[in-house]
């Protein structure tokens, strides 16, 4: 391609397609190599996108099925999973052709294939060489396997096949209680799966706060989910009827067979940086795969910079996100920045769980002095009115200076919740900063305000 771009992005997930759309609002001609037919990468696809869409009808589902009653609405509801998938998919196609509908918008070339780098300014997609002042490596991350155990997509499935299945299975495996694993299975849970999950740690939601993973573990029992902690699979052996796992003690032992019907392997993902050429064009990874940037995003190469999933940090598409905007703004000359100390996370279950900021066990471990404030939800007046006081607020606060360093919610719009903690923190905020703010009456938000005022001691309904 003789054209002469600003900056070529390999990857049009959340990261790289966000890059490019801002590189091109500050006047870079910019060109976005996709190896997918469509755009928006994993998140859209495979993802964040379809895997919320389920959540979403199998949460109102069970909502019908099991609470309405009480409320006085008297429905008996069924559900029709292959419907299901089509709303998903609908869902997909929304978001995929908005995003190809943003990058026309906005006058970026997009080539499709597979982005190899030959070395600093050039890309070869299917033998195309495209020349380019600067290269983004937003290629994402895969399905991380383990090993013995082959996912086909049927029997034992990824992320990506647990969204497509034909029926819900009887008894669902999920190995790994991460994010992904604990999510998916509550879409197939509520909609009559018997649900088990198998994680090498001691603990779900590795990285979380630990008060917090162990409340919600006690209210995903509740749902119907059986937890085999401690453990890991040794095999995998599929027949007609389904799949048995061998599964052992993760300090050693006895091993025991488990039969499913299906597996869901969900121990995490893998940076994707197999195939662009990293090894002869010199630029370094890590152990883990990862390619190593500086402060600026540059890899070792000049001119070629990497963001998302590909480099450290949580693998998350909203940090890849505001990644991708702080390069284009550099590489404009600009002051592009991004604070990693206030990146939210959120698990999108019922009740959902959401986090930023530091946990007790960092604080802990980094000898930091603080105070905890702490609201239930069953003291709320509108989680009282709406039958949802599952959960509760934690506040972390520096002992001396107040600044709000941490916050993690269990509710049921935990993700909407945590965003004016968020805001707070970003600003350096105090717990009585946000304590003193006149919060509307009755809202779920009032249990953000009674924690703040919980740090001091002054909670007024607990």
Do not use: W
Not at 107 to 114: D, I, L, S
Request: one cysteine or more; aromatic letters at 4%.
């Amino acid at each position: 391609m003789a054209e002469q771009f600003d900056v070529t992005i390999i990857g049009s997930g959340p990261g790289g397609y966000v890059c490019a759309i801002r590189a091109a609002q500050l006047g870079m001609r910019v060109a976005v190599v996709e190896r997918r037919s469509t755009h928006g990468g994993t998140c859209l696809n495979v993802g964040c996108i379809p895997s919320k869409a389920l959540l979403h009808t199998s949460e109102l589902f069970a909502e019908a099925a099991h609470s309405f009653a009480k409320m006085g609405i008297n429905v008996s509801p069924s559900f029709d999973l292959a419907k299901m998938m089509v709303f998903k998919q609908e869902a997909i196609d929304a978001n995929t052709k908005g995003v190809d509908f943003l990058l026309k918008k906005n006058k970026v070339t997009v080539v499709q294939g597979t982005g190899k780098i030959l070395g600093t300014g050039k890309v070869d997609v299917a033998g195309q060489q495209i020349a380019t002042k600067n290269i983004v490596i937003a290629t994402g991350s895969d399905v991380t396997k383990l090993k013995g155990i082959a996912i086909d997509e049927k029997q034992i499935v990824s992320s990506t096949g647990a969204l497509e299945l034909a029926k819900v299975p009887g008894h669902l495996a999920i190995i790994g209680a991460g994010v992904i694993g604990l999510e998916l299975g509550s879409v197939y849970a509520r909609l009559g799966a018997k649900v088990t999950v198998i994680e090498y740690l001691d603990r779900i939601l590795p990285g979380m706060d630990l008060e917090v993973a162990k409340n919600f573990q006690r209210l995903l029992q509740k749902q119907g989910f059986a937890f085999r902690l401690a453990s890991k699979v040794m095999s995998a052996t599929k027949s007609k009827a389904g799949v048995s796992l061998a599964i052992e003690p993760a300090a050693g032992g006895a091993a025991e067979a488990l039969e499913a019907e299906c597996v869901l392997v969900a121990v995490g993902r893998t940076p994707f940086t197999n195939g662009l050429g990293c090894d002869e064009a010199g630029i370094r990874r890590d152990t883990k795969g990862r390619i190593e940037v500086g402060d600026h995003f540059e890899t070792s190469l000049r001119g070629v910079y990497a963001i998302g999933d590909v480099i450290r940090g949580p693998m998350l598409a909203h940090k890849a996100e505001d990644e991708g905007a702080a390069l284009a703004e550099l590489l404009a000359g600009q002051a592009g920045h991004v604070n990693y100390d206030v990146i939210p996370g959120v698990v999108y279950t019922s009740p959902e769980v959401a986090s930023v900021g530091n946990t007790e066990e960092e604080l802990k471990a980094a000898g930091i002095d603080y105070k905890v404030g702490k609201f239930f939800f069953l003291a709320n007046g509108r989680a009282k009115a709406n039958q949802k006081t599952d959960g509760f607020v934690k506040i972390l606060a520096n002992a001396r200076s107040d600044r709000v360093l941490g916050a993690h919610i269990i509710a049921v719009a935990a993700g909407e919740l945590i965003h004016e903690i968020a805001v707070l923190m970003e600003f350096g905020g105090s717990s009585e900063d946000l304590a003193r703010i006149c919060h509307a009456h009755p809202t779920l938000s009032e249990a953000v305000k009674e924690a703040a005022m919980a740090v001091a001691g002054r909670s007024i309904h607990s």
